[in-house]
């Protein structure tokens, strides 16, 4: 279900041609309360015309504009007379749309001075010169009629282009990222001043607007809860549209964390007054996931028990109509450019796989928003800090932290673990600077000494890592002290244990879960 009602804003169209920015241009637009949505580059001229933009920017992209197969935007796109801004690739396609010419050149990446021909319209405020982040391999050549430079580089002689008549403006430049100081008055000089598109986007409006369409449905919700941010806030909206017609569902899978189930029940008896059912099916789970080695057959079960547990809910319970998801924004747009391998290096599991004469329709309150609005969507709507701020956690729980067979006592290891490090993480007041934080556990064992006697114990992996969208992430540097204060607890109180490593592995190559 289409909930937002977007038709009724101003917007900006952000056209995605496989950036890795792409989404941040939309994030630090909507930072200005300006609404903005990604959609696939080749999206048709009647479907653009109908979302009603204020504005459109062509996002960066891998491509050159040379090549015979190179995303373009659809024709027509420069007639509808809104304003445009192409940002790096996109504006090597608005300098060849045009007619001018682009080229390989000098391959410019990092941080460049851009110096500012013109201050006015677009670079208006941004001084004489500006540091600027690059990151491309072509650049304009010579640019096509009615255009003018109006900022430019030691290589790249028009880093910044404009067409005012037509209002139609390049710059090969990324404004969208911290590197570029000041990129937002760029994005804000555009959006504002030559779109003049109003600043209506408040998460106050959204959520006024999400629960009055919510509550003209009809029939019966159905929620799984997982006890994180995202299906949280997403049943706490819908619960405010339609109250007790909304039912939720949590399934204690015996992979959680210390004492989570106690938590999460708890929070949803104490806080919400939802209609809230707890399942305990921890002997279901480990039953299934005994003597399974292999990390995507572990998913796999995971995934498939969950969906068991929650159909024969809802076959008691209903008739449901709708099954609501906590799903976000980047969860849901595909570019329509190959973003090669990434997303299947591993099987994440949300609720797909409902038997279909169930029958339900999805309901995604938060498919619009991205994780930061959430969370103050949440906050705006009473979920304790508590869980807004408490770091992510996989789906299949701990059987992707615990390597090899889950057993009892793995599971007990890397509970007791983790709780250690994420206990020291808040006491030295590391818990919110970082990503996750986390310790796993697997087969192999390790000598130590017990009193006198050398003793085999487990091998403990603690990660820590820095992130922003867990797409990247990058091990934390926590000073020693701590590392030291969590192997000596680990070692000390977790029964069996008898090595504590760090894990100082990047992502790429290596991925945040171990499994
Ligand atoms: P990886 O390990 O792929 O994890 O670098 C990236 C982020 O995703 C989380 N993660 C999952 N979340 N179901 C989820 O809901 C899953 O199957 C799953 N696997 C990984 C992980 O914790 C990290 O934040």
């Known amino acids: 279900m289409r909930i937002l009602k977007s038709d009724i804003m101003d917007k900006i169209i952000v056209l995605d041609f496989g950036s890795q920015y792409s989404h941040l241009i939309c994030r630090r637009i909507r930072e200005f309360s300006v609404y903005s949505e990604l959609v696939p580059y080749n999206i048709s001229l009647e479907e653009l015309k109908k979302m009603n933009p204020t504005g459109i920017v062509f996002s960066g992209g891998p491509a050159s504009v040379y090549n015979k197969d190179s995303p373009q935007p659809t024709n027509g796109i420069f007639e509808i007379g809104l304003p445009v801004l192409g ?11 045009f007619g001018g010419k682009v080229r390989r050149s000098h391959k410019e990446y990092g941080s460049s001075l851009l110096s500012i021909d013109n201050n006015s319209d ?36 028009a880093a910044a282009i404009a067409n005012k008549q037509k209002m139609v403006y390049g710059i090969q430049f990324h404004p969208e990222v ?21 600043q209506d986007w408040t998460l106050e409006n959204f959520i006024e ?8 449905i009809d029939g019966d919700v159905l929620c799984g809860i997982s ?36 938590e999460v029940e708890n929070m949803f008896e104490n806080n919400f007054g939802m209609n809230f059912t707890a399942i305990n099916a921890k002997e279901r789970f480990l ?42 924004y980047p969860d849901v747009i595909e570019s329509g450019v190959s973003k090669g391998p990434a997303a299947v290096i591993k099987t994440h599991h949300n609720v797909g796989g409902l038997p279909s004469w ?25 979920v304790p800090d508590k869980l807004l701020n408490r770091h992510p956690f996989p789906g299949p729980g701990l059987a992707v932290r615990i390597m090899g067979e889950v057993t009892p006592e793995k599971l007990q290891i890397a509970k007791q673990a983790s709780k250690i490090v994420e206990s020291e ?20 064992r390790a000598v130590g000494v017990v009193g006198d006697e050398r003793k085999y114990g487990h091998v403990v992996l603690v990660r820590i890592v820095d992130s922003i969208d867990a797409m990247t992430a990058d091990w934390t540097r926590l000073p020693s002290e701590i590392l030291e204060r969590i192997s000596n607890r680990i070692t000390n109180e977790v029964e069996d244990v008898a090595w504590v490593s760090y894990v100082i592995s990047s992502k790429p190559p290596a991925t945040i879960e171990p499994q």
């Open 358 to 382: 169930l029958n339900l329709q999805v309901l995604e309150p938060l498919r619009f928003l991205y994780k930061d609005e959430v969370r103050k969507v949440g906050k705006i709507l009473g």
């Open 425 to 444: 993480l808040e006491s030295s007041g590391w818990y919110h600077k970082v990503w996750q934080a986390y310790a796993a556990v697997g087969d192999d």
């Open 227 to 262: 006890g994180g941010v995202d299906s949280t806030v997403a049943a706490v909206l819908i619960q405010k549209a339609i109250g007790n017609r909304l039912k939720c569902v949590f399934v204690d899978n015996g992979l959680l964390r210390m004492n989570e189930e106690v």
């Open 178 to 198: 911290v590197h570029t100081e000041n990129g937002v008055q760029v994005l804000k000089n555009f959006v504002l001043d030559i779109c003049k598109a109003k």
């Open 87 to 97: 940002i790096c690739y996109g504006h090597q396609l608005i300098v060849n749309k």
């Open 122 to 157: 677009l670079l208006a405020g941004m001084g004489q010169s500006t540091r600027a982040w690059m990151s491309h391999g072509d650049a304009a050549e010579s640019l096509p009629e009615g255009f003018k430079v109006i900022g430019h580089t030691e290589n790249s002689f």
């Open 287 to 328: 039953t299934r996931l005994k003597g399974i080695t292999d990390p995507e057959q572990k998913r796999m079960i995971v995934g498939e028990e969950f969906v068991k547990v929650f159909t024969e809910f809802a076959e008691k319970n209903g008739p449901f109509k709708w099954l609501g998801q906590g799903t976000l």
């Open 209 to 216: 607007s999400t629960v009055s369409d919510i509550s003209k």
